[in-house]
């Protein structure tokens, strides 16, 4: 039970221990919503534009709780570090009640906007009816997802990765096996098209959240949720959020961006819509392994921070960005080798997938890059620093690069917008580093 292996064991052996479960569940998750696309491609190419125009606010949902699960996750690891366990275990008994709430609410908002959201990106009625289909169910599961998120941050906060790995899995491969039966209904089974999909989805999460459930009672934990005798602590809540909104936000940032650069391609074609939504389920699949690599280190910076370890700090920094810049570059050779074959997992369309080749060829050219803002921007969030974290995203996900997408796409239509990605990635790998420099000095 005892944490100080944090603090002990060699960066490089801890780092790994650490991340690669995580990289191992996200890289599964991320299978799921490629396969999961796949699938629904092959319903129709409408069934695909509407899952495309939904994932920003799936997107959203996600954002808010996992965000919210960040500051849960660094708060307990930060307490611990202090050897605090009250204080701990009050962050974990405060942040899934808050989790409860934020679930209740996504529910009820996401539900109703999304008539109209839909239809301010598109006027065909079979796309609108499909992404009403898809969503309604899937933001119906919102509050299995904030305690599932809720449940994934206070593990990680303990250093027990295994257990998230080995839940989130549970819950993406359950999807996996789902989704053809429920979509395309073998045998006696319905079909039930762009729901099944949706209901699949459903499941997982809530096998996910159970499996959580499972191992906090019969595999006991060093940090406890206490409801009887709870009293409500405003400092606590005040500290939660103050990491929890900043973190949101910076999850938050695609789904704006998304939408932002839907509104700016749909101006050329439905087809640029499409491919930037195949493009951002394939970017999930590599950034989500360097997400893995972030989960893994927030409890050890946040662990190590509050130890007063500041050295260990700096150490679990420079390595994570060494591992980061590796599987960056892997992608980006995967873009430049493959990148018709990627595209033809999700339309057959010969110009869709020549115009999605064109644009990941163009977009992964920032991917490397990337690492410096990715690991300074997971690193600030465990070491509480949410407002430059945020900062950072900002740079990534708004102030750059929806102006620099604006004003390409009036001289390079289209593929203006795709080159607005590297350029992004440069300037605000410079202004990342400043940032991480500053702070931790």
Same mark, same amino acid.
């Given at each position: 039970?005892? $944490?100080?292996?944090? %603090?002990?064991?060699?960066?490089?052996?801890?780092?790994?221990?650490?991340?690669?479960?995580?990289?191992?569940?996200?890289?599964?998750?991320?299978?799921?919503?490629?396969?999961?696309?796949?699938?629904?491609?092959?319903?129709?190419?409408?069934?695909?534009?509407?899952?495309?125009?939904?994932?920003?606010?799936?997107?959203?949902?996600? /954002?808010?709780?996992?965000?919210? *699960?960040?500051?849960?996750?660094?708060?307990? /690891?930060?307490?611990?570090?202090?050897?605090?366990?009250? %204080?701990?275990?009050? /962050?974990?008994?405060?942040?899934?009640? &808050?989790?409860?709430? +934020?679930?209740?609410?996504?529910?009820?908002?996401?539900?109703?906007?999304?008539?109209?959201?839909?239809?301010?990106?598109?006027?065909?009625?079979?796309?609108?009816?499909?992404?009403?289909?898809?969503?309604?169910?899937?933001?119906?599961?919102?509050?299995?997802?904030?305690?599932?998120?809720?449940?994934?941050?206070?593990?990680?906060?303990?250093?027990?990765?295994?257990?998230?790995?080995?839940?989130?899995?549970?819950?993406?491969?359950?999807?996996?096996?789902?989704?053809?039966?429920?979509?395309?209904?073998?045998?006696?089974?319905?079909?039930?098209?762009?729901?099944?999909?949706?209901?699949?989805?459903?499941? *997982?999460?809530?096998?996910? &959240?159970?499996?959580?459930?499972?191992?906090?009672?019969?595999?006991?934990?060093?940090?406890?949720?206490?409801?009887? *005798?709870?009293?409500?602590? @405003?400092?606590?809540? $005040?500290?939660?959020?103050?990491?929890?909104?900043?973190?949101?936000?910076?999850?938050?940032?695609?789904?704006?961006?998304?939408?932002?650069?839907?509104?700016?391609?749909?101006?050329?074609?439905?087809?640029?819509?499409?491919?930037?939504?195949?493009?951002?389920?394939?970017?999930?699949? &590599?950034?989500?392994?360097?997400?893995?690599?972030?989960?893994?280190? @927030?409890?050890?910076?946040?662990?190590?921070?509050?130890?007063?370890? +500041?050295?260990?700090?700096?150490?679990?920094?420079?390595?994570?960005?060494?591992?980061?810049?590796?599987?960056? /570059?892997?992608?980006?050779?995967?873009?430049?080798?493959?990148?018709?074959?990627?595209?033809?997992?999700?339309?057959?369309?010969?110009?869709?997938?020549?115009?999605?080749?064109?644009?990941?060829?163009?977009?992964?050219? *920032?991917?490397?890059?990337?690492?410096?803002?990715?690991?300074?921007?997971?690193?600030?969030?465990?070491?509480?620093?949410?407002?430059?974290?945020? &900062?950072?995203?900002?740079?990534?996900?708004?102030?750059?690069?929806?102006?620099?997408?604006?004003?390409?796409? @009036?001289?390079?239509?289209?593929?203006?917008?795709? +080159?607005?990605?590297?350029?992004?990635?440069?300037?605000?790998?410079?202004?990342?580093?400043?940032?991480?420099?500053? %702070?931790?000095?």
């Amino acid at each position: 039970m005892e $944490q100080t292996f944090m %603090k002990e064991k060699p960066v490089l052996q801890l780092v790994i221990s650490m991340s690669l479960p995580m990289i191992l569940s996200m890289m599964v998750s991320s299978l799921y919503n490629i396969i999961d696309s796949f699938f629904v491609a092959k319903i129709s190419e409408q069934a695909m534009t509407a899952l495309s125009l939904v994932f920003p606010v799936q997107n959203l949902v996600n /954002a808010v709780t996992i965000g919210f *699960g960040i500051g849960i996750n660094a708060v307990i /690891a930060f307490y611990l570090g202090a050897q605090d366990q009250k %204080k701990a275990d009050t /962050a974990a008994t405060q942040g899934l009640l &808050l989790s409860f709430l +934020h679930g209740i609410f996504l529910t009820v908002i996401c539900i109703a906007v999304m008539p109209a959201f839909l239809r301010s990106f598109t006027s065909d009625p079979e796309v609108i009816a499909l992404g009403l289909q898809y969503s309604n169910i899937v933001f119906g599961f919102s509050v299995i997802i904030a305690l599932g998120l809720a449940f994934e941050k206070i593990f990680q906060s303990v250093g027990k990765m295994t257990v998230s790995m080995i839940s989130m899995m549970i819950g993406c491969i359950t999807n996996i096996l789902l989704d053809p039966v429920l979509i395309f209904g073998p045998g006696p089974v319905p079909a039930l098209g762009i729901r099944g999909a949706a209901i699949a989805t459903g499941i *997982g999460q809530v096998l996910t &959240l159970l499996s959580y459930l499972l191992f906090y009672f019969f595999r006991p934990i060093p940090v406890k949720i206490r409801l009887k *005798g709870f009293r409500w602590d @405003r400092q606590l809540a $005040q500290k939660l959020y103050t990491i929890g909104i900043p973190a949101t936000l910076n999850l938050a940032l695609p789904s704006i961006l998304i939408s932002a650069l839907n509104a700016i391609l749909s101006a050329f074609s439905q087809s640029c819509v499409l491919v930037l939504g195949i493009y951002y389920k394939l970017q999930t699949f &590599l950034y989500l392994s360097a997400n893995g690599l972030i989960q893994g280190i @927030r409890p050890l910076v946040g662990y190590n921070y509050g130890a007063g370890e +500041h050295k260990r700090v700096r150490k679990i920094y420079s390595t994570t960005l060494l591992i980061t810049i590796v599987i960056m /570059a892997a992608g980006t050779l995967l873009c430049l080798t493959f990148p018709d074959r990627l595209m033809l997992l999700f339309t057959e369309n010969e110009a869709t997938v020549s115009l999605g080749a064109s644009a990941l060829r163009i977009i992964s050219a *920032g991917f490397v890059v990337s690492s410096v803002s990715v690991v300074s921007s997971g690193a600030l969030e465990g070491l509480g620093m949410g407002m430059p974290s945020l &900062l950072i995203s900002l740079c990534r996900y708004l102030l750059v690069i929806l102006p620099a997408a604006f004003v390409l796409s @009036r001289f390079f239509g289209a593929s203006g917008v795709w +080159h607005a990605f590297w350029i992004t990635e440069l300037i605000s790998a410079a202004v990342s580093f400043l940032i991480y420099r500053k %702070k931790t000095a």
